[in-house]
C-alpha cells in the first residue's frame, strides 16, 4: 500500500493548514502525493507550501498552458482521490454536477472504480444546512465517501460539528481505501439498544454499549471495505473512521433500514444491534391513558406501562433489499450450557434466513462489556468458526463475507 498514488484536493476553508500536515505524513508514508488547490483555497496556503510538502507543484486552473489535460491524466495517475478540506461550496457544486473549474472537472472524469473521499469542514451552520445534507446524501450516492467531521469549537468561534478529522484519522481513512480485499465489500452494521419512548424524557432501553459492531465496522474499514454503522444514539464510535448512521428507537431502526437497504445495494447485514423486544403500547397513570413518547409524567404517579411485542427485524431483512444479500445475526444467552447455546441458535434459525449466527454469552463477560469469546454458527446449526475474542471475530466474520462473496 505505501508508495500510492494520492490526488489531495484543497478547497477554501480555514483548515487547510491542518490538511498540509496530512500531507506531510501521507508523503512521510512513502506514497505520492500530488496537489490540487481552488483559487479559494490557495488564500489560505501558498503554492509554495504544498510544492515544498510533496515536491511537485500545485494545479488549480484547468487552462493552464501545458497542463490543460491534467483533468484526465491526474484521475488516470491517482489509486485514490481525496478533497480535504471540502467546502461547503465544493461539495454542493460537485453534487450537482458543475464542471466549471478543476475540482469539478477531476470529479466528472474519475474512474469510478477507485475511491474518491471527502474530508469536510465547515461552520456547524453550513454542515446542517439543508442544501449541505442533501449535497452530502447525493455524492454518498454516487460512491463518495466521506470521512465523519468532529464536533467541538469550530475556527469561527461556534461550537458544533464541522471540524475537519485529525490529520491522523484522514491519513488512516487514505490508507483503508487503498487497502485491495479480494471483493470490496458494502456491509451494513447495526449496533447498539434500542430505546423506546415511555413519555417525552423517558425510556425502556437496554444495557448494550454498541462496542462489538464499531469494532466490526472498524474492521472492515481498516481492510478496505465499505461499511456503514447504523448504531444507537449512545452507542460506540469506531476507532476507524466509516460512515455512520444514527437511531433511536425501535421505529427508527426499522424505517432506517427500510430506507438504507431499498435505496442502496449492501452485499451483508451484520445486524449486532440489541433491537427491544417490547415497546410501549401504553401508558397510564392513576387510571388515566397518557399519550406515548410525549410530555413528562407527574414523577409522583407510577405509571403502568402495558409493552407490545416488536416484530422481529432480523426476519425481514433480505426482504428489504432489492439485491442478494448475505444476513449475519447474533444470538447473545445468559450462563447456557453447549447444548443450550446450539439450541438458543436453531430457534433463532428456524424462524430467520441468516447465512451465519454469531453467538456468545454474558458469563464469559460478566462485567457486561470487554472482550469476549464468539462461536460462528452456520445454517445447519453446527460452529463454523471459533473466535477467542471481538478481534478475531472481526477477521472471521470478514473472511466468510468476502469467500462467500467471491465464491
Ligand atoms: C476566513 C474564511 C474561512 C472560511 N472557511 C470555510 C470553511 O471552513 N468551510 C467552508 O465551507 N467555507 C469556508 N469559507 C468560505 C469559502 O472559502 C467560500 O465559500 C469559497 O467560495 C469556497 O470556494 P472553493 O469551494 O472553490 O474552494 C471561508 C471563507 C473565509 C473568508
Known sequence: MSGSNILFIFTGSIACFKACDAVSR??????????????AALKFIGPATLEGLTGTPVLSD???????????????????????????????SLAAGLAPDLVGAL???????????????????????PATIAGVEKLRAWGAVFLPVGAGRTACGETGEGRLAEPTAIVAAVEAALARPARRLRVLITSGGTAE???????????????????????????????????????ERPAQPCREEIFSSFADLESALTRLLG???????????AVGDFGVESVIVDGQVCPVGATKLDSGFPPLLRLKQNPKLLDRLRALSPTPLQVVAFKLTRD?????????????????????????????????AGDFPADIYQPD?????HCASRAGLAAALEHLLVTAATG
Open 26 to 39: 501521507l508523503v512521510q508514508r512513502g506514497h505520492r502525493v500530488r496537489t490540487v488547490a481552488t483559487p
Open 62 to 92: 484547468a487552462f493552464t498552458p501545458g497542463a490543460a489535460m491534467e483533468h484526465i491524466n491526474l484521475t488516470r495517475w491517482a489509486d485514490v482521490v481525496l478533497v480535504c478540506p471540502a467546502t461547503a461550496n465544493t461539495i454542493n
Open 107 to 129: 470529479f466528472l472524469a474519475h474512474d469510478r472504480t477507485k475511491p474518491w473521499l471527502v474530508a469536510p469542514a465547515m461552520n456547524p451552520a453550513m454542515w446542517s444546512h
Open 197 to 235: 419512548p415511555v413519555d417525552g424524557v423517558r425510556v425502556l432501553s437496554n444495557t448494550s454499549t454498541g462496542g462489538t459492531g464499531a469494532l466490526i465496522a472498524a474492521h472492515l474499514a481498516r481492510c478496505g471495505h465499505e461499511p456503514v454503522l447504523l448504531r444507537a444514539k449512545q452507542a
Open 263 to 273: 435505496q442502496e445495494r449492501f452485499d451483508a447485514v451484520i445486524h449486532a444491534a
Open 336 to 368: 447456557a450450557s453447549a447444548a443450550d447455546a446450539q439450541a438458543a441458535v436453531a430457534a433463532l434459525l428456524a424462524h430467520a434466513d441468516a447465512d451465519w449466527v454469531v453467538h456468545n454469552d454474558l458469563a464469559a463477560r460478566p462485567d457486561g
Open 381 to 385: 446449526g453446527t460452529v463454523a468458526v
